[in-house]
């Protein structure tokens, strides 16, 4: 396994999950965002995660959450964080972590260098960040649009929690976003797919390779 961490994102079939997990993934994203083509139901994750060895985390990606909402996830027992995706302020995204017991991961969306700062506010409240790349205005999705930032913004920034980097990565494109960055974990939805919302097993397998040849 590589030294760098790998999220696989929006996975919804029991072959695309084992492909993630056999290739190396440390974690499994499962959107649960309806107007997503990667959207999953509570009880669908919970039957996707069930095979999943108990070293590989499983993290459901949301979006401005209800606790209603959440309560579903949680109960469906199969989660090891939470991936808040949406506009949660630090002390929403810190309730959320209280109430529920899980690991709160933050994704900021990222254009301009204010974008990386303003993620300060977060230390304490959240357990990871996720720079990711900040979607158009009205886009019908806040992220796993296989768009990417500029990761020069990153260079030489010190983040204090641990964070990971998000955005339009994929085999082609990773060592050369690791070697700027310098991400200690990677999250690719787009760029494992052949079509929106379809993984496949072979650009899976690809992509981890190539973040463990970094
Ligand atoms: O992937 C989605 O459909 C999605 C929908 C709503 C909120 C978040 C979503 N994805 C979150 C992720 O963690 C993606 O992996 C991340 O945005 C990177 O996506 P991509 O640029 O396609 O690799």
Request: proline share 6%; glycine share 10%.
């Amino acid at each position: 396994m590589s030294r760098i961490a790998i999220k696989i994102c929006g996975l919804s079939t029991p072959d695309t999950v084992g492909a993630a997990v056999r290739a190396g993934a440390a974690y499994l994203g499962f959107v649960h965002f309806a107007k997503s083509p990667r959207h999953v139901e509570a009880e669908q994750i919970r039957a996707l995660a069930a095979p999943v060895p108990p070293h590989v985390g499983r993290v459901a990606v949301v979006v401005d959450p209800t606790d209603d909402m959440l309560a579903q996830l949680a109960a469906a027992g199969a989660l090891t964080a939470l991936q808040l995706h949406g506009k949660e302020s630090p002390e929403r995204a810190a309730a959320i972590r209280a109430r529920f017991g899980l690991p709160v991961w933050k994704a900021i969306a990222v254009k301009a260098r204010g974008d990386i700062a303003a993620a300060d506010a977060y230390a304490g409240a959240v357990d990871r960040l996720l720079f990711d790349a900040k979607t158009p205005d009205g886009a019908a999705l806040p992220g796993g649009m296989g768009l990417r930032f500029d990761w020069t913004l990153l260079r030489g920034v010190a983040v204090a929690t641990p964070w990971g980097l998000s955005g339009g990565l994929s085999a082609d494109n990773i060592a050369e976003a690791i070697r700027v960055t310098g991400a200690p974990l990677v999250d690719v939805s787009s760029g494992v797919e052949s079509a929106p919302g379809v993984k496949d097993v072979d650009k899976i397998a690809a992509f981890c390779k190539a973040v463990a040849a970094c």
